[in-house]
């Protein structure tokens, strides 16, 4: 079992600033894919970054270059940094844990979502 908890977000200008963390409790964090998703209101969640166990990383093409995405293994907590925030970035940003796919699907045996932190971005 792993808990996950959010924080960092705000309410920014566009070409703001910010860093969320996320905290996680458990066992064999060092063993999850940690990756940040963001939700706007009626719409389905999208990836914004993840960073798996050794370290790869992967971001959405709409903020590459961005945003950073990197981990803590001792403290347990990802963080994601995010610089030159549009608009378009605004949403409920999440935290989500994920270990062992199963074929064929590649859906996650053991997989945990945070409560979410909300990022805003207007003038």
């Known amino acids: 079992q792993v808990q996950l908890v959010e924080s960092g977000g705000a309410s920014v200008p566009p070409g703001g600033s910010l860093r969320l963390s996320c905290a996680a409790s458990?066992?064999?964090?060092?063993?999850?894919?940690m990756a940040w998703y963001r939700q706007h209101p009626g719409k389905d969640r999208e990836l914004v970054a993840s960073?798996?166990?050794?370290?790869?990383?992967n971001y959405a093409d709409s903020v590459k270059g961005r945003v950073t995405i990197s981990r803590d293994n001792a403290k347990k907590t990802v963080l994601l940094e995010m610089v030159n925030l549009k608009p378009e970035d605004t949403g409920l940003y999440l935290c989500?844990?994920?270990?062992?796919?199963?074929?064929?699907?590649?859906?996650?045996?053991?997989?945990?979502w945070g409560q979410g932190t909300q990022v805003t971005v207007s003038s």
């Open positions: 989500h844990a994920g270990r062992l796919k199963q074929p064929p699907t590649d859906a996650w045996t053991y997989e945990y």
């Open positions: 960073i798996s166990s050794g370290r790869t990383m």
């Open positions: 458990g066992d064999l964090f060092d063993l999850y894919t």
